[in-house]
């Protein structure tokens, strides 16, 4: 009995000693520092040989930064199965952009369209990559499109929405 007392008085005096002689450095009222901040959320698209994106609604707030990487996962040359990734204005007709890409060369952006466009990859071949970063102030329903020929109206399509 005299050792678990004996115990016990050790055991109490070593915690209410455990706190003498420190000081404290931060108020619990004191704000946290900041995070550092992260960049932009990446959002990963792919395009294959079936002329079809991974996904066909990204969903985004209003002010958010993001950055949208397109990765060609086809095996098809670029000549033949080529894909990037165009963003248009909200309100654009996404039909009329591809059927003026069709005839705009190698990149497929008409110049008589490029008011239209918010960003855009290049054109990409089997195993490529590209980026784009992008940030919308205004909610709304942004089309993307592949605007190689044909891959538009064969389902190489969605849309950002912005809320």
């Not at 946290?32 to 792919?46: D, E, H, K, L, S």
């Not at 165009?86 to 309100?91: Q, S, T």
Request: overall charge positive; proline content about 6%.
């Amino acid at each position: 009995m005299k050792l678990r007392t004996m115990t016990f008085i050790f055991a109490a005096a070593a915690l209410l000693g455990a706190g003498c002689g420190k000081k404290e450095t931060a108020s619990a009222s004191a704000p946290a520092a900041a995070p550092a901040p992260a960049g932009p959320r990446v959002i990963q698209v792919t395009g294959n040989d079936t002329m079809k994106f991974n996904l066909n609604t990204i969903e985004l707030k209003v002010g958010e930064e993001v950055k949208i990487t397109l990765t060609n996962v086809g095996t098809m040359p670029k000549q033949a199965m080529g894909h990037n990734l165009v963003v248009l204005k909200a309100g654009s007709d996404a039909t009329a952009f591809s059927l003026a890409a069709a005839q705009a060369g190698p990149e497929h952006i008409p110049d008589a369209l490029k008011d239209e466009v918010v960003a855009h990859t290049k054109m990409l071949g089997p195993k490529e990559s590209d980026s784009i970063t992008v940030k919308f102030d205004t909610a709304g329903e942004y089309p993307f499109l592949c605007s190689f020929p044909a891959h538009f109206q064969i389902g190489m399509k969605g849309k950002i929405i912005v809320k």
